[in-house]
C-alpha cells in the first residue's frame, strides 16, 4: 500500500526539484521532439536557476515523498487573487500510474482553495492526449488552445474550478 507524504520545499529541496522535474519530464521531450533550443522553456530543461527564481517570486513547490524517497513534485502559483496556477507537474517515470500525481494535484487543489482562489489553471501540450484527458478524469475542463511563436506546439489550457458548489 503506497503511503504517500506531500510536503512543502525549501530552498533545500532544489536540487531535488530540478532533478525530479528534468527526468520526468525527457520523455515528454523525446516524444515531442523538444530540444533546448527549440524549446527552451521546457521543464525538460529545468534548472537550478528556474527554481531559485520561483521560489523568489513566492511560488510554492511541493514534493511527494514515498518511503523517504522523493518521486514527484509540482509547483502553485498564485497568479491573481482568484487564479492560482498549477505548473511543472512531475512524477518519476517509474513511479507512474501509482496515485502520486492525482495525490499532488489534490494537494494543490486544496492549497489553492485556502488561499481563496476560485479557480486553478495549467497549461499543457495540446497533442498530449493522454494527460489531457488524465486531468478531465480527475475534474479539470478542456479550454482554449492557442500557439505561441516562441514554442514549437500548441497550447492547451484547462481549467479547475474550486467553489462548485
Not at 1 to 16: E, S, V, W
Not at 96 to 122: C, D, E, T, Y
Not at 144 to 153: G, V, Y
Amino acid at each position: 500500500m503506497l503511503n504517500p507524504k506531500i510536503r512543502a520545499c525549501t530552498q533545500k529541496d532544489i536540487g531535488f526539484l530540478v532533478e525530479t522535474i528534468r527526468k520526468s519530464f525527457q520523455d515528454v521531450a523525446i516524444r515531442f521532439n523538444l530540444t533546448p533550443e527549440n524549446a527552451p522553456r521546457h521543464p525538460s530543461n529545468c534548472t537550478e536557476d528556474w527554481i531559485q527564481k520561483d521560489m523568489e517570486r513566492g511560488v510554492n513547490y511541493f514534493v511527494v515523498e514515498n518511503e523517504n524517497i522523493v518521486v514527484g513534485c509540482v509547483a502553485l502559483e498564485l497568479a491573481n487573487p482568484d487564479v492560482c496556477y498549477l505548473e511543472r507537474l512531475a512524477v518519476l517515470p517509474g513511479k507512474r500510474r501509482r496515485g502520486f500525481g492525482k495525490a499532488l494535484v489534490a494537494h494543490v487543489l486544496s492549497q489553492a482553495k485556502s488561499l481563496g482562489a476560485h479557480r486553478v489553471n495549467i497549461g499543457i501540450i495540446a497533442e498530449h492526449i493522454e494527460l489531457k484527458n488524465w486531468y478531465k478524469g480527475i475534474g479539470f475542463i478542456e479550454g482554449d488552445t492557442k500557439e505561441f511563436s516562441h514554442l514549437p506546439f500548441q497550447v492547451t489550457f484547462m481549467s479547475y474550478v474550486l467553489d462548485k458548489e
